[in-house]
């Protein structure tokens, strides 16, 4: 007998919640259409705040896993893609290799230029030399692992760079001279001189490029790798962890058996504990920029720079009636650690911050979610 009422019928399912994968892909469309492999999706959502705990929700184990399937779903003209190889570790090539050397060399040859001539020669051979190993650096920050993607903008950094370096050269030789009240005279090249000059620092500086770029470059490779055989963000975070350290810490030994050897070659005081703080400082900074991170480094450069430069000016301001106070802290660092102080606990407390942020940035799967430029 009909009631005259239709029958219902359940409403179907929404898709969202029948297929949410489907759903996900939609939200990140763009970036599951552009990717070459399940590696950079799963460096995508990392980077979209998506954890291993969310992948539980898209019925998944691990991001690693959720992206996998993201990835075989994405339609590419009916062929099925196919799996995703485990990648080998790639050389250095010898282009950049030799482009790292530079620096060090065009370096050694300003320092001898300088140690040989005398007077306005020796002025024109310094700011030849200068520019001469500027351009070099340049070159070869510009090829090779150390070369900054064009997601990190580096501006300001290069600026404070050069006063690290000028003040690693110039900067603890004024600071003894105006504590003892110097300078009385310029600056003549000479490490002997009214205010002298430390050329070993930066020459052991110029000289670790090459040790940095191959640094760079093997944890670049390393971590690559491991994020193909990570299954799950914490495990890439745990595996890298150790390998970042481990690369850190082969840069500091290869940058302190330089600053030895240049020191010794150079004949002059040592000042292996101020090349270490500084060259950890600007390695870690460079290494973070190459991966995308460019604040904490521009932030921390710029402490190291003002920190240097308000213990030489409260020095001179000191100088001033009843101004005298203004030296207190500087004279009281220079008395328990000498000149070389400033630079240490700017420089060092600078890369011991950075240190601590590259742990927890660079042992993301996003931050090596592109895969190594052409090296």
């Given at each position: 007998?009909?009631t005259?009422?239709?029958?219902?019928t359940?409403?179907?399912?929404?898709?969202s919640?029948?297929?949410p994968?489907?759903?996900?892909m939609h939200r990140?469309r763009e970036?599951c259409?552009?990717?070459?492999?399940p590696?950079?999706i799963?460096?995508?959502?990392?980077?979209?705040?998506v954890?291993d705990?969310t992948?539980?929700?898209f019925r998944?184990?691990?991001?690693?896993s959720?992206?996998?399937?993201m990835?075989?779903r994405?339609?590419?003209?009916g062929?099925?893609?196919?799996?995703p190889?485990?990648k080998?570790?790639?050389?250095p090539?010898a282009?950049?290799v030799l482009?790292?050397l530079l620096?060090?060399?065009?370096c050694?040859?300003?320092?001898?230029?300088?140690r040989?001539t005398?007077?306005?020669?020796?002025?024109?051979?310094?700011?030849v030399?200068?520019?001469?190993?500027?351009?070099?650096?340049?070159a070869?920050?510009?090829r090779?692992?150390?070369v900054?993607?064009?997601r990190?903008?580096?501006?300001?950094t290069?600026?404070?760079t050069?006063?690290?370096?000028?003040y690693?050269t110039?900067?603890d030789?004024?600071?003894?001279?105006?504590?003892?009240?110097?300078?009385?005279?310029l600056?003549?090249?000479a490490?002997d001189?009214?205010?002298p000059?430390?050329t070993?620092?930066?020459?052991?500086?110029?000289?670790?490029?090459?040790?940095?770029?191959?640094?760079a470059?093997?944890?670049?490779?390393r971590a690559?790798?491991?994020?193909?055989?990570s299954?799950g963000?914490?495990?890439?975070?745990?595996?890298v962890r150790?390998l970042?350290?481990?690369?850190?810490?082969?840069?500091l030994?290869?940058?302190?058996?330089?600053?030895?050897?240049s020191?010794a070659?150079l004949?002059?005081?040592?000042?292996?504990t101020?090349?270490?703080?500084?060259g950890?400082l600007?390695f870690?900074?460079r290494l973070?920029?190459?991966h995308g991170?460019?604040h904490?480094?521009?932030?921390?450069?710029t402490?190291a720079?003002?920190a240097?430069?308000?213990a030489?000016?409260?020095s001179?301001a000191?100088?001033?009636?009843?101004?005298?106070?203004l030296?207190?802290p500087?004279?009281a660092?220079v008395?328990l650690w000498?000149?070389?102080g400033?630079?240490?606990?700017s420089?060092?407390l600078?890369?011991?911050?950075?240190?601590?942020?590259?742990s927890?940035?660079?042992?993301r799967?996003?931050?090596?979610?592109q895969?190594?430029?052409?090296?």
């Amino acid at each position: 007998m009909s009631t005259g009422v239709k029958p219902t019928t359940p409403a179907p399912a929404r898709r969202s919640a029948a297929d949410p994968v489907k759903a996900l892909m939609h939200r990140h469309r763009e970036l599951c259409e552009r990717a070459v492999d399940p590696l950079e999706i799963a460096a995508g959502l990392e980077a979209h705040g998506v954890t291993d705990r969310t992948a539980v929700r898209f019925r998944h184990r691990d991001v690693f896993s959720l992206a996998e399937e993201m990835y075989a779903r994405v339609p590419r003209d009916g062929e099925t893609p196919p799996p995703p190889k485990p990648k080998q570790t790639s050389r250095p090539r010898a282009d950049w290799v030799l482009l790292t050397l530079l620096p060090g060399a065009l370096c050694a040859a300003t320092v001898a230029g300088i140690r040989l001539t005398d007077g306005q020669s020796r002025l024109v051979a310094a700011l030849v030399g200068f520019l001469a190993v500027s351009l070099a650096v340049r070159a070869a920050l510009a090829r090779g692992p150390l070369v900054t993607p064009d997601r990190a903008p580096t501006t300001g950094t290069s600026t404070w760079t050069y006063w690290l370096l000028a003040y690693a050269t110039l900067g603890d030789g004024l600071l003894a001279a105006v504590v003892t009240g110097g300078p009385d005279a310029l600056p003549t090249g000479a490490a002997d001189g009214p205010w002298p000059m430390a050329t070993a620092p930066v020459l052991a500086l110029t000289l670790s490029c090459a040790p940095a770029a191959c640094s760079a470059h093997l944890f670049a490779a390393r971590a690559r790798a491991r994020l193909t055989v990570s299954r799950g963000l914490e495990d890439f975070a745990a595996s890298v962890r150790p390998l970042l350290f481990g690369t850190f810490a082969l840069y500091l030994c290869a940058l302190a058996a330089l600053s030895v050897l240049s020191a010794a070659v150079l004949a002059e005081p040592t000042a292996h504990t101020q090349v270490i703080a500084l060259g950890a400082l600007l390695f870690l900074a460079r290494l973070l920029t190459v991966h995308g991170f460019t604040h904490a480094p521009a932030v921390i450069l710029t402490a190291a720079v003002t920190a240097q430069a308000t213990a030489l000016a409260s020095s001179f301001a000191s100088r001033l009636p009843g101004c005298g106070f203004l030296a207190a802290p500087v004279d009281a660092l220079v008395d328990l650690w000498g000149p070389g102080g400033i630079q240490i606990l700017s420089c060092g407390l600078g890369a011991l911050a950075l240190l601590i942020h590259g742990s927890r940035k660079l042992t993301r799967a996003s931050a090596h979610a592109q895969a190594e430029a052409p090296c």
